[in-house]
């Protein structure tokens, strides 16, 4: 069974960085885009950046010149290096993926998300 697994969350001041990686366990056929989404208290989620298979990319107003969205398609594991980090930036960040798993038609996964906090 294909899952996302994330890891790298925590507390952070203003100003500082982390690092979130989200991985793929299990057979994948293909993966077509993965992406990180943000969900803060009391607000919608929202898409923080996303890759494409080909390596195209896309960021959210918010975060563009701060964080980086990355994937090593060789161990199917994408990474989110957030820099500058602001105390808006405080949400649950989760991974996204669509994809197609050995045997299974293509489908959109979910990882459980990890709690990003900015604060002094």
């Known amino acids: 069974q294909v899952q996302l697994v994330e890891s790298g969350g925590g507390l952070v001041q203003p100003g500082g960085s982390l690092r979130l990686s989200c991985a793929v366990s299990?057979?994948?056929?293909?993966?077509?885009?993965m992406a990180w989404y943000r969900q803060a208290p009391g607000k919608q989620r929202e898409l923080v950046a996303q890759?494409?298979?080909?390596?195209?990319?896309n960021y959210a107003d918010s975060v563009l010149g701060r964080f980086t969205i990355s994937r090593d398609k060789s161990e199917n594991t994408m990474y989110l290096q957030m820099n500058s980090l602001k105390p808006e930036d405080t949400a649950v960040y989760s991974c996204y993926s669509d994809m197609r798993a050995t045997g299974q038609w293509r489908n959109t996964y979910w990882g459980q998300g990890t709690q990003v906090t900015v604060s002094a």
């Open positions: 890759i494409t298979s080909g390596g195209s990319t």
């Open positions: 299990g057979s994948v056929y293909m993966i077509y885009t």
